[in-house]
């Protein structure tokens, strides 16, 4: 019989007596508040190995500005500032994608590492380092070098090392490939672990056809603060390239005549930020751009010629294989040891099929009766998105940024394009199985597998969109159009992509203000189509006359309200509360009280609750509308605004810890927008006071028609050192739509960048 997977409050008692034991560590107080001049004396500068100096320039958000004589001295520089701004960030990323939580977080965390072990996101990292051409090679090992000087030489470690018993382990180029695969996950896996739930229903083929049809991702976990620690699922959606709105406008839609780019990356809403904002100027890159701490590489940037950004494509880059039939010689199986704090250590089982690792052995999946099911991913093959990224962030044309794609795998992305010249564009960055059927089912036989893979498509084989006659190109994980066969089959809601399309329609030409006002809209069409629907049935089967009371009130809030979800409304209250409910009721009627919520948990809920509703005879939704706008009356009281119950709160992962994690919640603010407005700030289907978990957590705008006009914000700020002046600096900026500017003229950077760092031999 499979054990059952451990919960957290199980261990907390084990973890207090951890805390003991580990004494004044991790009872150590928070450092105590640095200026930006003390954090700027920390970075090492003499007796570096360069070939010459190089100059760093800093804003007063501890931003830098990088210029080095030469690309190996670059490299090195961004190794030594990513280390210096996010070390602590940097040893927790590396533990998280080796499955290496336990020796952090102890006993908590050993279900999360069996899990991470078996999902392997160093398997290919060898193999990837071997086949890089050696320019690639040489920058990954020279980043490496700077963070390695750091770590080696700082005399003050971030607070992570103390509280989670970290020890100063040198960094390889394969480290950073692995964590870059665990960045790069595959977004079906957070639906699987849904929809296994429902596999065993008689109804199962009725279901997959509409989640098929409807294409609805998975939403964000409803697990509490102390459970969310120790949920794999919440762990991958977090820290994977998962989500983003990107806006490419032609010169035809703009005030100045020069195309303008924005994007939002959607991450976890947590602290330190999960980008840095850097600019770098060396032989071969003049940039600036959002990095993920750890990978040396800009995601979304911007170069003297074109300016980039993207969105997760939700390609379908795996298959869950049936394996059960094998024969025992195409099976193989290795122990791997789990240290872990505090208690003893653990040896597991990892399996491997000649498909993949056997991934009904995770515990995660032990409460659910399934047959041995290998996990096939074009993760676990060989594949260079760091190549990729750098030729992007050479790329002067078109031609040049599509071709920097051939060798990018993971994860698929939808890479939107705009140059100085007025040209606009989007490529599909992705390596997938050529699907040329739907499938059948979640799982799918050997020979199924063998067939899809036999061939896989990428950048080079799929269709590119090249100044559109619509003048703009809009991309928000939505289903992509992609001729002559599936890409994928779980895609967020339209919700976002239209939204764009219906701004830009409405404002006729735009200039860079108005596009920021854009990433900050909280109107959400799905909302407001059910919300319109649920109204009309409240009225048409009498129950809102019947109404009374705070009952009555709800009905009244919902029935004017505009889908906008404002901090400082009720209406989004009792929308909210009331599709809570009624969500709840409904589906328990058809799916009973196990797996309602399975089917409920997906991102396409209001879309198959608007169908369902309709084909659902009026006599027997009345009951429930009824009881359902009584449960939401009752609660309604308890939430004035929506900002009283749709909570920002920016903590730190060691806000997980028992006893001391209170003091790493550094902001609690009502916010605005929800799971699909424009400006994300996700969450669950709740009647509960809660956090935004997930969302936009940075913004970038740029205006091609001058090389200075480049605007970044972080929701938190640039440094992760703990009570440090730019740890949390930029999150007025971020709430009142402001950014940073990041130019790339010489002058300009001059100017805007007044502190400066000198690295020296």
């Not at 600019?279 to 751009?289: E, T």
């Not at 990433?519 to 649920?534: K, T």
Request: one cysteine or more; hydrophobic letters at 40%; proline letters at 6%.
């Amino acid at each position: 019989m499979r054990r059952r997977r451990r919960r957290v409050w199980q261990w907390l008692p084990l973890l207090m007596v951890g805390g003991a034991l580990a004494g004044c560590a991790l009872l150590k107080p928070l450092p105590k508040q640095t200026s930006l001049g003390q954090r700027l004396a920390m970075l090492p500068t003499d007796g570096l190995p360069l070939d010459a100096p190089v100059t760093i320039r800093w804003d007063e958000h501890q931003i830098p500005f990088i210029e080095a004589a030469t690309d190996d001295d670059a490299a090195f520089a961004l190794g030594l500032v990513h280390a210096h701004l996010r070390l602590g960030q940097m040893a927790v990323y590396r533990r998280v994608a080796q499955g290496r939580v336990s020796e952090m977080g102890g006993p908590l965390a050993r279900d999360i590492d069996h899990g991470v072990r078996i999902l392997d996101f160093g398997r290919a990292s060898q193999a990837n380092l071997a086949a890089m051409p050696q320019a690639t090679r040489q920058w990954l090992q020279r980043f490496v070098d700077g963070i390695n000087h750091y770590q080696a030489t700082t005399e003050a470690l971030p607070q992570e090392y103390a509280v989670l018993g970290l020890e100063r382990e040198p960094w390889t180029p394969a480290d950073v490939l692995t964590f870059g695969r665990l960045a790069g996950s595959d977004v079906s896996w957070l639906v699987w672990f849904n929809l296994l739930k429902l596999r065993d229903r008689p109804d199962w083929p009725q279901i997959w056809a509409r989640m098929l049809n409807e294409g609805g991702d998975r939403t964000v976990p409803a697990a509490g603060d102390r459970e969310e620690a120790a949920d794999m699922s919440a762990l991958l959606a977090g820290l994977s390239r998962s989500g983003s709105n990107s806006l490419a406008i032609g010169p035809s839609l703009t005030r100045t005549g020069t195309p303008i780019i924005a994007n939002d990356p959607h991450l976890g809403i947590n602290l330190p930020n999960t980008w840095l904002i850097v600019g770098l100027k060396s032989p071969s890159y003049d940039v600036v751009g959002l990095m993920v701490p750890g990978l040396p590489l800009f995601a979304i940037g911007r170069n003297p010629d074109v300016a980039w950004g993207g969105t997760n494509m939700r390609a379908s880059a795996s298959d869950l294989i049936d394996v059960h039939e094998l024969p025992p010689s195409e099976m193989s199986e290795r122990r791997e040891h789990i240290a872990v704090r505090w208690w003893a250590d653990e040896e597991v089982r990892i399996r491997e099929s000649r498909f993949g690792p056997i991934l009904s052995d995770a515990p995660q999946l032990s409460d659910l009766e399934l047959p041995e099911l290998a996990l096939r991913w074009t993760g676990h093959q060989e594949s260079d998105e760091v190549s990729a990224m750098l030729g992007v962030a050479r790329a002067r044309n078109f031609e040049e940024f599509r071709e920097a794609f051939a060798s990018f795998a993971v994860p698929g992305q939808n890479m939107l394009y705009a140059d100085r010249h007025g040209t606009i564009g989007k490529v599909f960055a992705v390596q997938v199985p050529d699907r040329s059927a739907l499938p059948q089912d979640l799982i799918v036989d050997a020979e199924t597998s063998e067939r899809n893979w036999r061939q896989l498509r990428d950048v080079r084989g799929l269709p590119v969109i090249v100044d559109p006659p619509e003048g703009f190109i809009a991309s928000a994980n939505n289903r992509p159009q992609v001729d002559g066969a599936d890409v994928g089959w779980f895609f967020s809601p339209d919700d976002r992509v239209r939204r764009m399309a219906a701004l830009l329609e409405a404002a006729g030409p735009v200039d860079v203000m108005q596009v920021k006002a854009m990433q900050r809209d909280v109107y959400v069409e799905s909302s407001d189509a059910l919300n319109r629907l649920l109204v009309d049935k409240l009225q048409r089967t009498g129950t809102a006359d019947q109404a009374t009371g705070a009952a009555r009130r709800v009905f009244d809030l919902m029935a004017g309200w505009d889908g906008k979800y404002d901090a400082d409304s009720q209406r989004p209250v009792a929308f909210e509360l009331y599709r809570y409910f009624f969500t709840q009721n409904f589906y328990q009627s058809l799916f009973g009280d196990s797996d309602w919520a399975a089917f409920a948990g997906v991102g396409a809920i209001k879309t198959l609750l608007i169908e369902d509703i309709e084909a659902r005879p009026a006599d027997e939704l009345a009951p429930m509308l009824s009881k359902s706008l009584d449960a939401a009356g009752k609660k309604l009281s308890d939430f004035p605004t929506w900002g009283d119950m749709h909570r920002l709160q920016l903590r730190h992962p060691l806000a997980f810890l028992p006893v001391i994690g209170g003091r790493y919640t550094f902001v609690d603010e009502p916010i605005g927008g929800s799971s699909d407005s424009l400006m994300k700030t996700a969450h669950s289907a709740t009647d509960q006071r809660h956090r935004a978990s997930y969302g936009a957590n940075a913004r970038h705008v740029s205006d091609l028609g001058d090389p200075d006009r480049n605007w970044f914000v972080l929701l938190g700020g640039q440094d992760g050192w703990l009570n440090s002046s730019t740890f949390l600096d930029q999150v007025p900026l971020w709430l009142e739509g402001r950014y940073v500017e990041m130019p790339l003229r010489a002058e300009k950077v001059r100017t805007r960048f007044p502190f400066v760092t000198e690295l020296r031999p």
